[in-house]
């Protein structure tokens, strides 16, 4: 990963260094295994050769350097460690075992340790959603779907949504790390040609492990394709959220919008861009998480008890999944943290809407009111067309004398007092509409019915209720109980 | 593919029947060309032979009967058409040729005239996209980018761009086009062991192809593979467009919408919605391309002079694919044919841009009028930060009585004369911003030579003219002539 | 998906049929459920729309049409439905409920119920391979890593493998069932707008499902593709085994090969092929899976409370999905219940592996018998490659004379008795290598180092003994015993 | 990328060095692109810029320190410049440009220098294979279908093959690499807010570009889409060669083999092996050269005039894809260069499929014989089957007692005279198979048959000749003539 996608603490857990660390860590567990079970090795020899490789750091520049001669990064390993070993003592270090015995269990303990990274970033990130969920429990604001305008909600409604969603990924993330229990110290083909297995079992309950029975030479890819696939998922999920978050900082009328740096600048050419350059750049990021697990889950794919395609797969693209995991748990926590919120203009959209993010429950209304299904739904369709339908004709400028004189006009006439759904029906005053299929005749009929039914008070009193927070919100409360625990 | 998504064309090209008769003018061909050159066959015998097909049709239940018994269809066609023919002649039936020398001809056969299909539709769709860049040529809107209003342009420049992406991706089909030139009848492992490579030659020229000189016992799928992904980029691009679409579509105050029959139901709940679903469709059809067209690249993959891996994936992503891609093309020619274009709105966005469509001009023209770099940049910016600070207190309702008050005020105060930063630049009223880190002194400077530089009526008048479209749209033009070849 | 890999059960579930009954399912649990509170409908109305429905099935056809007319499949239902529906009670049908309340209790339905037909196939295949396991328990054979022959194992064990691979994938699947547990009623935009959440509790509770709270217009996708990527998993591990069985078929000397039904056509060319049609079909299986399985797992990604982005490609990938992996394990099944296994061949590859099997113990042995690290490693690498160096010199014909005359002598001489690293390092006949470093000198040192040491019997015994199974494959009992749970 | 896998060239190429050298090499096409066109610069500035930024090279810390402080990296490179530059000159500088401008020239030049680096190494590869072709013009081997034994050719065929192959691909990247010719310098949103037509066409002529008409605010990615997947497919058909030489290297015969360093390592536990570690890494870098590209595709959608998704992915995919792409050319040479070939082995296969590789000649003949198309199948089929049914009974061992007595009795008994088809067919001693469906009757019919026909000398010639390679391979010359042009 290039540096400026790279997470310090992801690094330093698939750094060379660490990775020879945990070589040695399997190779000293298996050893002291053998101890256990009285295996040919005895305590003193045990500790000579602890003591020697203890005393003698690991010289990563001599591994490479050796590496890149018999190309074959364990063995340069063993070569390397061994230099400080007795020569009587040598054979007792990696004896009986395949590269991969010492490697596998290295390969999972980094995977665990960077798991815990994004554990520690999320459950950051959660904690700051659920404060928003608090916060803007009466925020109002048009739910929106399609990008049209649907219901009323509260913002904190939507928060407590992302709260829930990003749950179902990190749990989906969290049942897959139970694959995580499992390694292997069986040997060239998984029979156990070099380590019995009472060794095996003792030297990875040392390492924090138990055995995977029925592994080969390696353990089976199929464990871990699950775990990159829920870190993308995790991924995709903050992604949908980002994705979110853009389309409600369109301008000209955000609802709300990423944090700006006092000396952040927009756009080269355009000083007044506020850019979601962040949230932006989380749909890259999940393009590349795709991508990554995809080429990790294709490493289940092998040749009888194993071949090496996985290898530089492995070595390149979890790390890469871990940073750009990591990467966009960081940034939306910048993001949600820091989100500039327009309440103002969350009201403005409602007004705008024109009554409509009630048109559900007007329909509902009038069926109770004793329209019929189809009537109800008609009703209301054509109330919201009206609403909607211009009274100044749209024209297109032939020229640019034309569009000229556009832009020098009052601007200011298109503002005037908005219509709503609320009165147009409840006052009879709907109109046939060129885009609906209702006939003259029809909109007349319904008008009269409309009339007369508000004209008892208490239907009017229903009829305006609808159209409150109060009412249209009422049922949040069941979701802040169940979602947050709380009353 | 499922029948809601299917096209009537593509599904009779990959149809059994339509294979069948591919593989039989196959066979045909390589008759007639051992024919010419008098290779064991004699005019008499080719005659009768062809006489004899064509009197009995091919059976498909007969054949799909056979096939399901021998799990070879190629082999159950040679029955099904052999029995037709005299003994004593069966022999120069297939003869020398193995399976894939008669299935390939035919297998890139449906492939080009799948592409056909493609072209019709693509053109049409050319054409729609043409006569809307003539159309609102004029038509002024904000261009944006990263989601917010940028400058200004046509909504005739924004159909120009699409018309070229869409270029560039049918070109980029048109060019893998190129590799439906060869095919192959070299047998079983690509040496002419039963057919010679003149006969080769002499056939494949009946059937409109050269030799593909290194064939195995099939075709390489690296020919392939760029059509494959060449549909799905204008799968891409055409999804891209669709996006561009529902931005625009978001309600309250959509720049352009979908085309909404007259009985058509928007949701069955909220009877207002009128709901992008037609290009929202698009995204999903682009998932499928991908998908499809991933597989396809896959089998290139294959072992030596071939393994059979890739036919299941042929028999079922090729047709999906063109499905697909035929299904966009249609939409799109819909929704682009049918597009309901609001110009009020445009405007009206432009106005509540603020004079900020303007801004890169602005810029450019401070620094022509003397100011440096950097200063003609925050001046800018701070007009613009100036212009969208709300005068209105944001608040947070803290309850649902707080949320209903908000609802039942008279909400015709969010409309009132908007600032332009025309105005507040020219007449030096810029104010300190708590987004920005210009420092009183700075911005009472900046306002004081501001104020004096727009003293000169000259300056005024440039300053003026860059807010117009005749100014801001002028180098349009050279699109239209170089996109349209037109003036 | 085309009719030749369609699995009828799948088939059935995904059917429009089906899917109409699973909707009009969840609107009469949803009206039994409101009936529950006392919720505006009585017993009577409930009982007089049920039998209505009852007694007029859905007409399939009417729907169809209506919902070309509409566009708009849900609300098409409820046209259909209410049709029988006296007038007045009209009004309790879908009642404050949208859409998607309805589908989607009824989507998650159908692939409950497509698992079903996966782990019932999923089972039998385990069966199948836990007999195989049982059944070729001693049946030796060379494991096989990079392809090159490593250590003895048996083939049961290699059935272990199998199965616990499949277990882990499976295993997987079985935990993403989870997510399948939840659905929602919860209306528009999810805050419960037309049903109370006491009634979702309820109606859901009638269908299987506890409520999702939280959940959008739509359940979130991030539940669903966990059981996508796992179904594709499944599907890879079964070509993973495929892989290895089609490395193990090939000719000259198969190990193991496809059943192969007695009409069936091998190749239209070539009539002695016997080829491994169905195991490449995996792979091409696999790359479809794979495909389906990204195309919906990009459903996560929508818009606010939901874009329609989802649902053309979950009608058509889902479905896929499910026949391509029951097609898969039916395959499978087939595969491995009639796999014919050829020992003679086993044992004649181990034969011809010249000791080269028990490479690893001969140098732990070694290492025993005071040889350091790596002497002993380049003693057995020496002999290794010994026995392995030709005796014949490699000519490369320059004529087609001279390759006439190649296949025309007596190639019985290719037969002669092989040599193992058995004898070589044991009688200390190691002899340079070009291939390898070691000198002259060096060889000559090992050589009379080796002969001496063996000269001891005891030494000798135990080099003898590490060349047999009842050695090489002792650790194995463990496998059996903690895998089949049997001893 | 990780520095095992990096490629030195194209690291120079992606550096940070690179990169503000060539948007430098923008700016300054743009001034003098302004000069000639007399737009406000004179001789005499553009000479004063040009010389204070020669004399003051970019410091690349000073840069990086002001982007993480601006959060934007070509204003940080602009600041970073001006520092140098007279005041009242600065204004020249980037002058009515957006960032991308200045950018996607240089990126463009970036790609196509990196392709330069991969067009190098694949002529290189090219001309080992047409080496190989001639060398091995003679060397018979069996051609493989679906892993089985086909018929005969000659390696050097093979290699053609793999020739024409990477042909396709090569190719397919030639005819992307056109798209290449384009770039823009239009401005913010596309329509030349800042820069004229006249300006970019002669700026981007110095910069070797033609105009893209109709870009945005950046260059439509369908331009890059195909460049990356044609490096992928470059990988994919290397890795297709790749996976035929691991099949081709399996032990125990392999025909040939990866080269093996002096010093190389095979396993740290089994030191016997020579293990494909090369080719199997082709497989893995395929894995990742499909993510790339993949992810490189779906920067193809933006939001409108664009937004900055694609930048992150672009940043890390296209320098790994082609560190990738040079990486499995490099290997590739090394591999092929250096490829060991058996023709002992190719030579002991052909013996051992006892003259299957005629078998579809041997068909023919008998169709030509007299025998019809179903009979003529059959009969060679059953020899096939006859020939490879072995007389030694297939046991499979109950206990290690059982297995360890195979392993130490005389396993020469394998070797034994091999019966061909050529002499079971041509004497009439075809047999009953169990596996095939072949009466006793119809067998016996058959052999007498075929013995009459063979008592005939002219008859037994015609057979014997379609078992040699110069009958065989007479029909390669037109592939060597066609793919090489030689004779």
Same mark, same amino acid.
């Given at each position: ?127 700051? !959603?659920?404060?928003? $969920?608090?916060?803007? *429990?009466?925020?109002?604001?048009? #739910? /929106?779907?399609?990008? +049209? @305008? ?87 999920? !903050?992604?949908?959220? $980002?994705?979110?978050? *853009?389309?409600?900082?369109?301008? #000209? /009328?955000?609802?709300? +919008? @990423? ?229």
């Amino acid at each position: 990963m290039i540096d400026r996608y790279k997470d310090l603490d992801i690094n330093k857990i698939w750094s060379d260094k660490n990775k020879l660390f945990l070589w040695l860590r399997t190779e000293m567990a298996v050893m002291h295994a053998r101890l256990h079970f009285k295996d040919e090795i005895s305590w003193e020899d045990y500790e000579r050769i602890k003591r020697s490789l203890e005393e003698n750091p690991i010289d990563i520049e001599w591994w490479k350097a050796k590496d890149k001669e018999i190309h074959h990064d364990l063995n340069a390993f063993i070569q390397e460690r061994i230099r400080f070993m007795p020569k009587e003592l040598r054979k007792y270090f990696h004896q009986g075992m395949t590269s991969y015995d010492t490697e596998e269990p290295a390969f999972v303990k980094m995977i665990k340790d960077s798991i815990k990274i994004v554990e520690r970033h999320y459950f950051e990130l959660e904690k700051i !959603i659920k404060e928003m $969920a608090m916060k803007y *429990r009466y925020t109002i604001m048009n #739910g /929106r779907t399609h990008g +049209q @305008e649907a219901e009323m909600q509260s913002f904190g409604k939507r928060c407590l949504t992302w709260l829930q969603d990003l749950r179902i990924s990190f749990r989906n993330l969290r049942k897959s790390k139970e694959n995580l229990r499992f390694s292997k110290l069986s040997g060239a083909i998984g029979n156990y040609g070099g380590v019995t297995p009472a060794i095996e079992t003792k030297a990875l309950k040392f390492l924090g492990f138990k055995p995977q029975y029925g592994a080969t030479q390696i353990m089976p890819r199929e464990l871990y394709a699950p775990i990159a696939q829920g870190l993308s998922q995790i991924v995709a999920t !903050i992604n949908k959220i $980002a994705l979110t978050i *853009r389309l409600g900082a369109r301008s #000209g /009328r955000p609802i709300y +919008q @990423e944090p700006f740096a006092k000396k952040q600048t927009g756009s080269s050419a355009m000083p007044h861009k506020k850019n979601t350059i962040s949230t932006e750049q989380m749909e890259g990021m999940y393009r590349m998480a795709k991508a990554y697990a995809m080429a990790i889950m294709e490493n289940i794919q092998t040749w009888e008890e194993r071949a090496i395609e996985q290898s530089c797969v492995e070595r390149v693209c979890w790390p890469d999944l871990f940073h750009v995991t990591i990467r966009v748990l960081k940034v939306m926590k910048r993001v949600l943290g820091g989100l500039v919120v327009y309440p103002n203009n969350m009201l403005q959209e409602i007004y705008e809407s024109r009554g409509c993010y009630a048109s559900s429950h007007a329909k509902e209304i009038l069926k109770q009111l004793g329209f019929d299904f189809n009537e109800a739904y008609r009703i209301v369709q054509l109330a919201a067309f009206n609403v909607f339908e211009s009274a100044r004709e749209e024209r297109f400028p032939k020229s640019f004398d034309d569009a000229d004189k556009l832009i020098t006009m009052d601007l200011n006439v298109f503002y005037k007092k908005l219509v709503s759904i609320k009165e147009i029906i409840s006052e009879g005053n709907s109109k046939v509409s060129l885009q609906l299929s209702a006939t003259k005749e029809e909109v007349q009929n319904w008008n009269n019915k409309l009339r007369e039914v508000f004209q008892h008070s208490e239907n009017l009193e229903l009829w305006s209720k609808i159209f409150l927070p109060s009412y249209l919100l009422r049922n949040e409360d069941t979701l802040y109980r169940r979602i947050l625990r709380i009353t």
